[in-house]
């Protein structure tokens, strides 16, 4: 979650990812969130998260199979991230 809130422009911390988890438009804003308009620094701060060998979909759904549609999300971004990098040669 620490992950999404940085995406979503929020603290990294639970009281800011329980108030998106219990927005009642949260699935909605992950539906139509910009990923074209994701920011390199933001793209940096995901860094720590998405490097991090515990944080595949197939670990996280042990705790969560929501959490895993998430990190799921979460790895696309960057994904899209690395290569709008690459394709504009930044990369």
């Not at 809130?5 to 927005?23: E, H, K, R, T, Y």
Request: hydrophobic letters at 45%.
């Amino acid at each position: 979650m620490e992950a999404v809130c940085i995406l979503m422009g929020v603290n990294p911390q639970w009281d800011a990812a329980l108030s998106l988890l219990q927005d009642k438009n949260f699935l909605g804003k992950i539906a139509n969130f910009r990923h074209n308009r994701v920011s390199d620094a933001t793209l940096r701060r995901l860094q720590s998260y998405v490097r991090n060998k515990g944080f595949v979909p197939e670990a996280v759904q042990q705790v969560s199979k929501a959490a895993k549609s998430l990190c799921v999300w979460v790895l696309a971004v960057d994904h899209y991230g690395k290569v709008r990098a690459t394709r504009l040669g930044w990369g």
